[in-house]
């Protein structure tokens, strides 16, 4: 059984999700939440969860801080950004936040239940107008990578490195910060500047040029 939670808050989209999960019995919708705020503060009372479909644009807080938040507390929950938006900056913002998968709110039942299955056992799936959206600006960020050669030996600090190797072992921020004995803000702003060197969009992909670079 895949426990669910959606943070939805238009009550028709709702409803329509809803529905469309109801067709599956492996399915269980265990909580809702009209907003970000609201779904990371019903996530904490009850972290047993699987998978969250999360919406983008809601009042309080957006599903692409929500989900940003959500993965640093809880990396083990899937997270499926479902949405109307297909543009390039929500895309490029919700991939960048740790979403494991986008697709559209028109995508059909059987698609969905596929999304969960897919995304469940780690693959990334996106509705098809996402997906070559996607292509487009993970060629866009590979022209702007300088050549190997051109990259210095001493690409990252050392504590950049031994963050970037605490990282590669799937540690949350402030696991890492427990075991450098350094603040979480701290953390954080070191990884910022990791991403920059490496022009990284999402931890997959940091991770997979670090590798590219033996970096690690």
């Keep these: 059984m895949t426990k669910i939670a959606i943070v939805e808050d238009n009550k028709v989209a709702l409803k329509s999700l809803k529905e469309k999960l109801s067709l599956y019995p492996d399915i269980s919708i265990v909580i809702t939440a009209e907003n970000g705020k609201s779904g990371i503060e019903k996530i904490e009372q009850n972290s047993d969860i699987d998978l969250i479909f999360m919406d983008i644009e809601m009042p309080v807080m957006n599903g692409i801080d929500a989900t940003f938040v959500m993965k640093q507390k809880y990396p083990e929950i899937k997270i499926v950004v479902i949405t109307v938006y297909d543009d390039d900056d929500h895309i490029f913002r919700a991939i960048q936040a740790g979403a494991d998968s986008y697709i559209l709110k028109d995508t059909k039942a059987e698609k969905i239940h596929e999304t969960i299955i897919d995304t469940m056992a780690g693959g990334a799936v996106m509705s098809p107008s996402i997906a070559v959206k996607t292509l ?3 060629r866009k960020s590979s022209d702007a990578v300088q050549p190997q050669s051109e990259m210095t030996e001493n690409l990252l600090s050392a504590r950049e490195s031994e963050i970037l190797e605490l ?30 060197k490496l022009q990284a969009h999402n931890r997959t992909e940091l991770l997979q040029k670090a590798r590219d670079r033996n970096l690690f």
Excluded at 168 to 187: C, M
């Design 136 to 138: 487009k600006l993970l």
């Design 167 to 196: 990282l590669s072992k799937g540690l949350t921020n402030k696991v890492i910060s427990e075991q450098l004995f350094i603040s979480p803000f701290t953390v954080k702003r070191h990884i910022e500047n990791i991403y920059q």
